[in-house]
């Protein structure tokens, strides 16, 4: 296994929640910027949260915003996304993403740490 690693995907109707969860395993987990990406089929990989190494700044894609919530915990080393009103444009494989930078960072070639990914089928 890799430094990070996802868990928790799913298929849940529409309306419905789930919540993914990436353990991670890197040295000063809490300089990290964490985020959770996610790619349909034919689609590009894109940026749906992140959270600050601190905890304090999140930012959500314009599309989720209000309905999932990130979590981190720098004691266990973990970041969950919460993932509430599910819709089938949900439907993706999420990825748990590190960047050791400072600053809010939401394009992909800011990322350097990937896990293996995760499903979720979102059913209408």
């Known amino acids: 296994q890799g430094p990070l690693v996802e868990s928790g995907g799913g298929l849940v109707q529409a309306g419905g929640s789930l919540r993914p969860s990436c353990s991670a395993s890197?040295?000063?987990?809490?300089?990290?910027?964490m985020a959770w990406f996610r790619q349909a089929p034919g689609r590009e990989r894109t940026i749906v949260s992140a959270v600050s190494g601190s905890g304090t700044d999140t930012y959500y894609e314009q599309s989720v915003e209000g309905r999932f919530t990130i979590f981190r915990d720098n004691a266990k080393m973990t970041v969950d996304l919460q993932m509430n009103s599910l819709k089938p444009e949900d439907t993706a494989t999420y990825y748990c993403?590190?960047?050791?930078?400072?600053?809010?960072?939401?394009?992909?070639?800011?990322?350097?740490?990937w896990g293996q990914g995760t499903q979720v089928t979102v059913s209408s």
């Open positions: 993403a590190a960047a050791d930078q400072p600053g809010m960072k939401l394009w992909l070639r800011d990322y350097d740490i």
């Open positions: 890197l040295r000063a987990f809490k300089n990290y910027l």
